[in-house]
């Protein structure tokens, strides 16, 4: 697909703490985000912000309307990773991501897991993203490349936790504390 560059939007996760500041994370909720290219990574402006939740016993898409939203006012907000680029605007891929069943269906479980979770959701979409060409700039194309992918995303949320000694690349848009896949 031949996108413009203002057709562009740019993939991120945002992770949320599950434990109380303070404390040593063990785990993350994920959120899938997207900003379009004519926000110029302008996060005050919001992201258009996908995720699944497991609260009554049933797996669901949390996507209440199609506004951009702050995350950095969610609770237990920790930090945003940016993925790299979408390569359809964003009523493209938000239509995309929302029509993602939050289930687990046929997808299989990672060896990182030991049952369905927002972040194995994510992982799916960016990969049926990826399938569909809509993005490359991270591999997802075997298990080995999805518990690589996964295993990173978890690294950068523990480095971001707060060692005042790390040299890890952190910067802030606004008030969004950021940092970049690698």
């Not at 996060?43 to 497991?54: A, E, N």
């Not at 797996?59 to 969610?74: A, C, F, K, L, Y």
């Not at 479980?109 to 960016?126: D, F, G």
């Amino acid at each position: 697909m031949n996108a413009t560059r203002k057709d562009i939007c740019t993939a991120y996760i945002a992770l949320y703490r599950r434990e109380e500041e303070g404390s040593v994370p063990t785990s993350f909720h994920w959120a899938l985000c997207y900003l379009p290219r004519d926000f110029n990574d302008d996060t005050t402006k919001g992201f258009y912000v996908y995720q699944v939740l497991d609260e009554s016993g049933i797996w669901e898409q949390s996507r209440v309307d199609h506004n951009p939203i702050r995350v950095e006012h969610i609770q237990r907000f920790h930090i945003v990773i940016k993925l790299g680029d979408i390569s359809t605007d964003i009523n493209t891929v938000s239509e995309f991501t929302a029509s993602q069943p939050a289930t687990q269906d046929d997808t299989p479980i990672l060896e990182t897991h030991k049952k369905w979770s927002c972040a194995l959701w994510i992982i799916r979409v960016l990969s049926d993203l990826q399938e569909a060409e809509l993005f490359s700039d991270i591999p997802l194309y075997t298990e080995a490349d999805k518990v690589k992918f996964y295993r990173r995303i978890y690294s950068i949320g523990a480095l971001a936790s707060g060692d005042p000694d790390s040299d890890y690349p952190i910067y802030h848009r606004g008030m969004v504390k950021m940092t970049q896949y690698k």
